[in-house]
């Protein structure tokens, strides 16, 4: 589906990533890899270190810790936050709707749109289109898009696919109007019939997590997972992402009448460095142009990595330059998501550390 | 080089791969006949295979390949090119 927004800018991007660090050197015991195919994991997939949350930190600290940095710097006023958007898949609880516990904590404005959204790789996209929407209502000027999530809890610490690369965080995108007269081309796509591929069995309401659903078993490849565990059959998502993903980018630019050339940067998400790499083989796009550098340094922190991806390569670039940037999102559902725009002239746009 | 010098090449580098001295492959040898052959190791083999041979598959070709002799088609392919 194709989407189409005018007059609509994103003003500044925050990322904020947990201070906790976890080497990839320091737990390769959990996952049986030899010598010489954990120095290749390193190389090829990116397998490096990662950020997580300590015990007890849910993703409305990070995003409360994120949204009080802007208010003290100044960055952001809590009176113009017109709309609250919350991209996740680790909600603190199954209700409210963690949007409402941060616009609580930090004492918002009852005339306030605040809305969760669940959706993982594909999310950060998710966000902004619901900002740009948003957007056109008289009464909303700026939508603030969280995107937030701490899977890394959700991960077994013996299953080598997901494991060394789950990463945990949050970005704040703040979205305003603009009169600019600038088009952003978007598209988004849906395939549920994949719904198996990426998915967590237990812990939900069909089936609540229990002593079974957290038993580790073990598969044939030699991961221990439970059914409360992320469960990643990884095949089928790189079938599914090399498939859709290049064919989803060639129309979308065909729609915003550019070409590959055009665009500065292809910010895509960071499932892992082979991943990225291959997209960008498959689609005749040169590495400089879709840096894939977020997972050896951060992890895979699902619909942060877009944001987090643009603030750790361009940071303060972004405050004087602007680009023209395709971004991509492709994830459990099955769901994939892009835009083109132009992005630049940021208020703001910097990575900063959250220490529990 | 003919499809069995290819074949006994792959091998080198399955058993060095997936650390199995024990593997022996044949054209019609598939993903679930190696306990060790899952994606993650697929992505090291695909990479050990590219450096090996000097060349460079499309993504079409590592999500297709049902077995080990279309792994040699494609070698064969580019190499021939």
């Known amino acids: 589906m194709n989407l189409k927004f005018t007059d609509k800018k994103i003003t500044g991007i925050l990322t904020v990533f947990p201070e906790k660090e976890i080497k990839f050197d320091d737990e390769i015991d959990n996952y049986e890899f030899t010598r010489q195919q954990s120095m290749k994991l390193k190389l090829v997939m990116g397998f490096n270190k990662r950020r997580v949350v300590k015990e007890g930190t849910a993703i409305s600290d990070l995003c409360v810790f994120g949204l009080n940095h802007l208010f003290e710097k100044n960055l952001l006023k809590k009176e113009d936050i017109d709309a609250l958007i919350l991209v996740t898949q680790s909600p603190d609880h199954f209700m409210p709707s963690t949007s409402h516990i941060i616009h609580g904590k930090l004492g918002l404005k009852q005339d306030i749109y605040c809305s969760d959204i669940n959706q993982g790789c594909a999310g950060y996209s998710y966000g902004l289109n619901h900002a740009f929407m948003l957007l056109e209502q008289e009464e909303i000027n700026k939508v603030v898009v969280l995107n937030a999530d701490i899977l890394s809890i959700k991960v077994s610490n013996k299953d080598r696919s997901s494991g060394p690369l789950t990463g945990d965080g949050a970005t704040i995108t703040i979205v305003e109007k603009n009169q600019d007269g600038n088009t952003i081309y978007g598209s988004v796509k849906s395939d549920g019939s994949g719904a198996s591929a990426l998915i967590i069995p237990a812990g939900g309401f069909k089936q609540p997590s229990n002593e079974e659903t957290g038993k580790l078993v073990k598969d044939k490849a030699g991961n221990y997972k439970a059914l409360d565990h992320i469960d990643m059959k990884g095949d089928e998502v790189f079938n599914f992402v090399q498939r859709e993903v290049p064919p989803m980018i060639d129309n979308l630019l065909e729609k915003a009448g550019t070409t590959k050339e055009d665009i500065d940067y292809f910010m895509f998400h960071q499932p892992n460095k082979f991943m990225v790499k291959q997209l960008a083989n498959a689609m005749g796009v040169p590495n400089e142009k879709m840096p894939n550098n977020l997972v050896e340094n951060f992890g895979n922190s699902a619909s942060v990595t877009i944001p987090a991806l643009m603030s750790f390569n361009l940071g303060e670039k972004l405050k004087d330059e602007s680009y023209k940037i395709c971004l991509c999102g492709f994830g459990n559902g099955l769901s994939w998501s892009s835009l083109v725009l132009d992005i630049g002239h940021l208020d703001f746009c910097e990575t900063i550390d959250y220490n529990n | ?81």
């Not at chain 2, 054209?27 to 450096?51: G, N, R």
């Not at chain 2, 460079?56 to 580019?78: A, L, M, P, T």
Request: aromatic fraction near 6%; charge should be negative; glycine fraction near 2%.
């Open chain 2, 1 to 81: 080089m003919s499809r069995n010098e290819v074949l006994k090449e792959i091998n080198e580098i399955f058993i060095d791969t997936l650390d199995n001295q024990e593997i022996v492959l044949d054209e019609s040898t598939q993903a679930a006949d190696i306990d060790q052959w899952d994606s993650l190791m697929h992505v090291l083999l695909v990479d050990a295979m590219e450096k090996h041979f000097d060349i460079r598959f499309k993504s079409g070709e590592i999500q297709n390949w049902k077995n080990v002799g279309e792994i040699i088609d494609s070698i064969d392919q580019k190499s021939n090119n």
